[in-house]
């Protein structure tokens, strides 16, 4: 534990100013929405934008074509759309179809998050689209920037009553700790664009000025299930059940978080800790006091250090728990019992205890277009429950009533999505950001790329007698982790064009980091790395064995403890192969 101050006071992150002069997140991002000049926006303004959900960006695909014929480049926007818990209704599903036609690139992206996204947004139709967003009842407030954003929930209605009681108080949680600034309001709902005077100082009682340090993130899992990753995020409750099997209270894990800078040590993936436990009817008041800890004692000089798992990480977990109780005027209790069997979907139709049935529906990572789009549309149409977006960037169709499933399932049949769910296992488990050619961040192609390699990697495990046995591969076109890779049990994560670190040995539940296996393996070389791996596996596995838990055992990897121990495998493998 280090609890004292760096050793020469350091100047604050300049979006701390951003923050801080922007009149609660107004900035000039007025101005800049009426200017003819220029299709996108000005860098502060980019900044604050993120709190209202949207992205600035431009199609890296055009950049070259575009500097040769002397235009700015090909500017868009992505807007993230809060789903909390991933529950929608047939209408706001069917909202979110035609505004992502009317407004963005025609597809409907389903994220890891349990949240959409539009992309392909000119600045000239972002106004339009958010007013659409919030006329279906959903907004696109906090889906980015350094507040909290979409909190998750285990979206599976099979276990109704744990599920239904958890759902509630994960979507209490998201009301709680929401930004509670007008600007929103002001900028993307009013009928005129208006800048507005200086809003009272007590506009973000929780938030403040200058909000927290960096993005944050909460989960509810229910187990046996760990398909939110709840060890990934910043501040997760683990749904304890009594005997009756209705919840009792939570346990809850703090200082995740996936994101990393390649070459820079100092940056780190890291597991959450479990932290105590807490009573249901504790829960908001636990999340509020956890992002207060946050909010205060935060770094706001280095953005790479300012993620809660460094202020755990520098400070101790004892500290931690000891601020957030004192604030929470209570201790937390000791935490329970838990155990989780793995992190993915459960495909096809799955029947609840409430005589409703739900079939979820495989989205290779979670991008709805074309056919798909057109048969989710006509279901949507006619189905009288919900829609539950999933962590694994799928969807569910879920509170199917007996006497509304035949109808369902015809259109499924129909449009052919009945038998999507057989897809090989590892198609099954596998998970892809968005990378190029929209994010600004991405090194390497992820979601474009994956589905391909995929393709290859079925030959193999065809081949090696494994198609039906389910192996969690994960990719990312960057380091920052959006899509978890630094928990699957293959993951790659982009490095430059063309090439990727390959990481190897992830839990299949989602309860132990992998480790780097090689860095820097050009695409064309994956194949033939994975192959003997793959077949090795094959034969020598032990009854039940997971390929994360042979991976570690056979010593191809060793287990990630701290992050140290992340780093040196780092350093072993960059300089001489496993």
């Known amino acids: 534990m280090n609890d004292e101050p760096r050793a020469e006071p350091q100047p604050l992150h300049k979006n701390e100013e951003i923050k801080a002069q922007s009149r609660f997140l107004r900035g000039r991002i007025r101005e800049d929405l009426l200017d003819p000049a220029s299709g996108t926006i000005s860098e502060e303004s980019a900044q604050l934008t993120k709190f209202h959900g949207i992205y600035a960006q431009d199609d890296r695909d055009l950049r070259v074509q575009r500097r040769r ?50 992309h392909g947004v000119v600045k000239g139709n972002l106004r339009a689209a958010i007013r659409e967003v919030n006329r279906a009842l959903l907004d696109t407030l906090a889906a980015c920037g350094d507040v909290n954003r979409n909190v998750m929930c285990n979206p599976n209605p099979h276990v109704s009553a744990l599920h239904a009681e958890t759902l509630a ?29 200086e809003p009272p100082e007590d506009e973000e009682p929780l938030y403040g000025r200058t909000y927290l340090p960096r993005k944050f993130k909460v989960v509810f899992a229910v187990p046996p299930s760990n398909d939110v990753d709840v060890f990934a995020h910043d501040l997760g409750f ?84 000891a601020e957030v109780e004192r604030r929470l005027g209570w201790e937390l209790g000791p935490p329970r019992p838990f155990a989780f069997t793995g992190t993915g979907d459960r495909y096809g139709w799955t029947e609840g205890p409430d005589g409703c049935a739900h079939f979820t529906i495989f989205i290779e990572n979670g991008r709805v277009k074309g056919a798909t789009k057109a048969a989710l549309r006509e279901i949507a149409r006619v189905h009288r429950g919900d829609f539950r977006l999933t962590p694994n960037q799928h969807v569910m169709i879920a509170s199917v009533t007996p006497e509304d499933r035949p109808r369902i399932d015809a259109l499924l049949r129909e449009h052919v999505l009945d038998g999507a769910h057989r897809a090989s296992a590892l198609r099954l488990n596998a998970m892809a950001c968005v990378a190029l050619p929209t994010c600004g961040l991405a090194l390497a192609e992820s979601e474009r790329y994956l589905p391909d390699l995929v393709t290859e990697l079925e030959a193999e ?13 994960r990719m990312t076109g960057c380091p920052n982790g959006c899509g978890r890779p630094f928990l699957a049990e293959i993951g790659f994560v982009g490095k430059a064009p063309g090439k990727y670190n390959v990481y190897l040995g992830g ?60 780093h040196a495998q780092a350093a072993i493998t960059d300089t001489a192969e496993l």
């Open 461 to 473: 495990v065809e081949a090696a007698g494994l198609r039906d046995d389910a192996i969690v591969i």
């Open 169 to 197: 108080i994960a979507k209490a949680v998201a009301d709680r700790l929401l930004p509670r600034t007008r600007a929103y309001h002001e900028l993307w709902i009013e009928d005129t664009l208006v800048s507005g005077g």
């Open 69 to 118: 014929e002397g235009r700015e480049k090909a500017y868009i926007f992505m807007a993230r759309v809060r789903v909390p818990g991933g529950v929608c209704t047939p209408g706001q599903w069917l909202a979110m179809d035609a505004i992502s036609d009317a407004y963005g690139n025609g597809t409907l992206k389903v994220t890891n998050r349990q949240s959409f996204q539009l």
């Open 507 to 566: 839990a299949f539940n989602g309860t132990r980091m992998n480790a780097l296996y090689k860095p820097s393996v050009a695409s064309s070389e994956i194949v033939p790395l994975v192959r003997p791996l793959l077949r090795r596996y094959a034969v020598e596995r032990r009854p039940g064995e997971r390929f994360g838990d042979f991976s570690i055992r056979v010593g191809w990897v060793k287990p990630t403890g701290t992050p140290a121990d992340f």
């Open 238 to 321: 683990i749904a304890i059940a009594d005997e009756a099997g209705r919840l009792a209270g939570f346990d809850v894990t703090v200082g995740g978080g996936m994101g990393m800078t390649h070459g820079q040590a100092e940056t780190y993936p890291r597991m959450a800790d479990v932290l105590g436990y807490s009573l249901p009817g504790q829960a908001v008041a636990v999340a509020e006091a956890v992002v207060a800890v946050q909010r205060d004692y935060g770094d706001r000089t280095d953005r790479r250090h300012a993620r809660l798992k460094y202020t755990i990480a520098d400070r101790g977990l004892a500290w931690f728990r």
